[in-house]
């Protein structure tokens, strides 16, 4: 038993170094979704797409964060295992079919913990403040140049085709509206749109650069198309004008 519980700790270990390196990753202005894959795949060492193993190695601090994660993902791994292995060794059918029912129930528990939106938003929030606080993450790349007030980031949106954002004019989408900037576009092709204006269409397999309040920029890239989308804009627009409104006059 004390090996099953020693699994299910180093699995929590583990992903919660996953968490914290996605937040990290995504203050050095990596989109969440693009994040989370490169954390997960450093830390089991399954390996990267060409353009994205670039945008870690010539990263300075993205570089530190996978290294730290392949480090202990190495290690981790191969732990967990043999605990796991260790923990059937010389049992029974009986307190076999027992650990293997505890192991099903705490493998759902821990499913259902790591795809909590609000889990995940307590833990951005947490993990963010620490990192910006204790570490130059941000200083290092970009907030002494645009002068970045707290809460507030510049990270990379990826659209997929079908997103709420795709196909659309950046006047239709109305992200201002939001409090958010599009400072530019990489678009698939390889050409990059700086300062896009209002008419400029978002196509499939674009990178927005965008800049806004951290919280509401990964809102955003996570929203759902269609009219889900459209209602989920309206409550970032109200929230936003109410935050505005909350300001004292200068």
Not at 42 to 64: C, D, I, M, Q, Y
Not at 124 to 130: L, P
Not at 144 to 161: N, P, T
Request: proline share 2%; glycine share 8%; with cysteine.
């Amino acid at each position: 038993m004390i090996a099953l519980i020693t699994f299910f700790l180093l699995i929590v270990a583990s992903l919660l170094a996953t968490r914290i390196a996605t937040v990290a990753l995504t203050l050095t202005g990596m989109s969440s979704e693009v994040a989370r894959f490169q954390a997960r795949s450093a830390l089991s060492g399954s390996g990267f797409t060409t353009s994205e193993s670039e945008a870690v190695v010539n990263h300075p601090a993205r570089r530190k964060i996978v290294m730290f994660l392949m480090l202990i993902g190495s290690a981790g791994l191969v732990t967990a295992v043999a605990t796991l292995s260790i923990s059937f060794v010389g049992q029974d059918a009986s307190a076999s079919i027992s650990r293997l029912l505890l192991l099903g129930v705490g493998c759902v528990v821990l499913l259902l913990f790591i795809r909590s939106k609000a889990v995940e938003k307590v833990m951005y929030r947490f993990f963010g403040w620490y990192l910006t606080r204790f570490t130059d993450l941000e200083v290092r790349d970009y907030a002494g140049l645009l002068h970045l007030a707290d809460g507030h980031s510049v990270l990379e949106l990826h659209v997929d085709e079908g997103a709420w954002l795709c196909s659309r004019t950046l006047a239709e989408l109305e992200l201002r509206e939001e409090g958010l900037a599009v400072l530019g576009i990489d678009r698939s092709t390889g050409t990059y749109v700086g300062a896009p204006r209002g008419s400029t269409e978002i196509h499939p397999g674009d990178t927005l650069i965008c800049y806004g309040e951290h919280d509401a920029l990964i809102e955003l890239s996570s929203r759902r198309p269609g009219p889900e989308g459209d209602r989920m804009h309206q409550e970032a627009v109200a929230a936003h004008r109410s935050r505005e409104d909350s300001l004292p006059d200068e």
